[in-house]
């Protein structure tokens, strides 16, 4: 059983809707990362976040917003997106950022549909 | 920059059948290397790792040899089960001092009865 948990694992959204997506762990961890992944490309990292600092920003649009109140939970506030952002999003986290043999836990992922 | 190369997949085996999917990288330094999966509806779960070269992670029946000569980090098992069928991520970390992931395009495993 994962340690990681997301919710919703499913999210249907118009392009003027406002959403978030949340993630949880139970791990006792100190990095929590978004990942998306869309159909045949590689896993996409989107933030990094280690002691609820962001320390990674890769690019991403400004319709998607993260924030982390606290180093157990993430948060992926989601407003005005196109449907070309529809993929499956992934949280984990991991002990450390830094700790290249660090192992990352992952969670199940939402799916999400922008119409 | 750093990289993973998969092999392409749809991969469709017989159960019993040999496993080999196929993972080459690009990295500065020293990276550690990773294998994760991922059975359908679920997210990435660790397979195995090797952090030094030479090194053999295993797992369930795979196994995956760290060769630094060759930049490789191959995935085999030996006799397959249905239950194996899912999407296999070849991935790298570490090469910079972090734990940034960098991932393969993911192989697709299907093992039929």
């Known amino acids: 059983e994962t340690g990681v948990t997301q919710t919703p694992r499913h999210l249907v959204m118009g392009m003027t809707n406002k959403k978030s997506l949340k993630c949880e762990q139970h791990?006792?961890?100190?990095?929590m990362y978004w990942y998306k992944q869309s159909a045949k490309k590689p896993l996409e990292l989107m933030f990094v976040?280690?002691?609820?600092?962001?320390?990674e920003n890769n690019s991403v649009p400004s319709r998607f917003s993260p924030e982390c109140p606290n180093s157990s939970h993430l948060f992926l506030h989601l407003h005005t997106l196109q449907p070309e952002d529809s993929a499956l999003y992934l949280c984990?986290?991991?002990?450390?950022?830094?700790?290249?043999?660090?192992?990352?836990?992952f969670g199940p992922g939402t799916r999400l549909t922008v119409l | 920059g750093d990289s993973v190369t998969q092999m392409e997949g749809p991969v469709t085996l017989s159960e019993e059948a040999f496993l080999t999917i196929n993972c080459t990288y690009t990295?500065?330094?020293?990276?550690?290397l990773f294998w994760y999966v991922q059975y359908p509806g679920e997210g990435l779960q660790l397979l195995l790792k090797?952090?030094?070269?030479?090194d053999k992670g295993s797992n369930k029946g795979f196994e995956a040899t760290y060769r630094k000569e060759t930049t490789s980090f191959h995935l085999e098992k030996g006799s397959v089960q249905v239950s194996d069928s899912a999407v296999y991520f070849c991935?790298?970390?570490?090469?910079?001092?972090?734990?940034?992931?960098?991932f393969g395009q993911g192989t697709t495993l299907q093992v039929k009865p």
């Open positions: 984990a986290s991991s002990q450390d950022d830094s700790a290249a043999t660090d192992t990352q836990y």
């Open positions: 990295a500065t330094g020293y990276p550690s």
């Open positions: 976040y280690s002691l609820e600092e962001r320390v």
């Open positions: 090797a952090t030094k070269a030479d």
């Open positions: 991935a790298l970390s570490g090469s910079g001092n972090t734990g940034k992931l960098i």
């Open positions: 791990l006792g961890h100190n990095a």
